[in-house]
């Protein structure tokens, strides 16, 4: 073999070994990248994860009704949790019995669409009132003592990532005032959980105040963050004071 077909066959081989490292190298970094997804969501590969469905409320709705919006929101959660490697399981609100921590929760709507979420509402996020309704002015969204209502150029969705105890699979909250809010909420998920996982941990409680402008003319795209609530919605409310005896 001579000189010049040995160097060309050492290069082919460099080559090869360069392109081969840089696969494996990229191959690592995807791998890391989606074990952080899968360790906030709490969904290993092969794993199951409850998706809560709603029902539509308004007048005539049958109990397993569910929006046009929120069945949009449902698609991009289960597209979610197959993109971790785990199974979706959809459930209805009023269906799901069951403990916490076995399972990722991800539950969708208001607590009046949804007996799941005033559950998860009452127990872990204490301080959020969320009241929804068909009626005008009737969703109202309280956190903090500051009220946040629906607009004709606004609405809002709260968004919580509730840890469980003792090391449990998380439960995440979507709860918007409106269809176009579930989904929005749902869609700034998917969107932003790598920056919410550096910002909040993978493993922590929060729960973030969005929202959504203008759903009139932009529908679900156009959201933006209002506070960060986390603090305000762990207080529980003082209980109210109880009117003392009088001597007899």
Known sequence: MTDNVLNVVLGLVASAISAGLGWLAQAVRRRRKIERVREFFGLPAGSECLIVVPRSVGTGSHATTVTRRDAYALMWLAGLVEECGARPELVAHDAAHRGLGA????CLGGPVSNE???AHLAWGL????????????SNVLVVGGREFTVESDRTHVLLARIATPDGGRPVFLI???????????VRYLVAHHRRLAREHGRNGTFALLLRVVNPEAYGPDMVEPVADVTAEALRRPAAPATAGTGAG
């Open 126 to 137: 204490p301080g959020v009132l969320i009241t929804s309704g068909p009626g005008p002015g």
């Open 175 to 185: 709860s918007g005032q409106t269809g176009t809010a579930n989904q929005a909420g």
């Open 103 to 106: 399972k990722t929760e991800l």
């Open 116 to 118: 799941r979420m005033a």
